[in-house]
């Protein structure tokens, strides 16, 4: 399967821990985003990023959220000191260039659940 | 915040049936994509449309673009059981982001 990979797909963490997620993108793609989404609503941007650099970060991602792109393939985005509101599915996309021009396909997401 | 909203935000139909959605943004947009949502999964991408272009087919589904009323309509015509599912637009900016709107969810009923 070629597509975008994200792991673990379900996550249960207490109040408090801190949690990463991985997202694999379609190899050669260049561009790679994250997304939240809560239940009932659309998905929210996060952030991007071009290669290795991170291009853009939303207000949501506040001080306690990091996104990283170390080697421009792979990325991670980590949660510390988890809150209940962070419960929501975190989505991973790729595409080849950016949104202007070029689909952008989504993971199967990361579910966190804060108790 | 989101750009786009869907209307309605639910629709229940019939098998055969066809189904219209709507999306309206408020800014100058690049493209327009759609994406379907099955319960808990992730997102499909259905359809992108350019800002120069005013509608698109793929199969059973078409797509319209007015850019003059900063709109666009998802059908999808002989609505089947397996079709239902949560449809976002999603506004592609020159920032090359996606911003989505609320979703509409689709019942079709066998």
């Known amino acids: 399967d070629t597509g975008v990979s994200q792991d673990p797909r379900h996550k249960i963490t207490k109040r408090g821990q801190n949690v990463t997620f991985r997202c694999d993108p379609i190899?050669?793609?260049?561009?790679l985003y994250w997304y939240r989404q809560t239940l009932g609503q659309g998905p929210e941007f996060l952030t991007y990023?071009?290669?290795?650099?991170?291009?853009?970060k939303s207000r949501l991602l506040s001080d306690r959220f990091s996104a990283e792109r170390p080697k421009g393939s792979f990325s991670t985005l980590e949660i510390q000191r988890t809150e209940q509101g962070d419960s929501a599915m975190y989505l991973c996309?790729?595409?080849?260039?950016?949104?202007?021009?070029?689909?952008?396909?989504f993971g199967e997401g990361s579910w966190l659940t804060v108790v | 915040s989101q750009q786009g909203e869907e209307d309605p935000q639910a629709l229940s139909i019939q098998e055969g049936e066809n189904a219209t959605m709507n999306c309206s943004y408020k800014t100058s947009i690049n493209n327009l994509q759609w994406y379907r949502q099955n319960s808990g999964r992730g997102l499909v991408h259905l359809i992108l449309i350019r800002s120069n272009e005013r509608e698109k087919h793929s199969g059973r589904l078409r797509v319209t673009l007015d850019t003059s009323k900063k709109s666009s309509s998802l059908l999808i015509t002989a609505s089947r059981a397996a079709d239902t599912a949560s449809y976002f637009c999603a506004t592609g900016l020159g920032t090359d982001k996606l911003i989505f709107g609320t979703g509409t969810r689709l019942q079709v009923f066998p």
């Open positions: 990023f071009q290669n290795e650099a991170q291009l853009e």
């Open positions: 190899s050669e793609h260049n561009r």
């Open positions: 996309a790729s595409s080849p260039a950016g949104a202007s021009g070029n689909t952008i396909y």
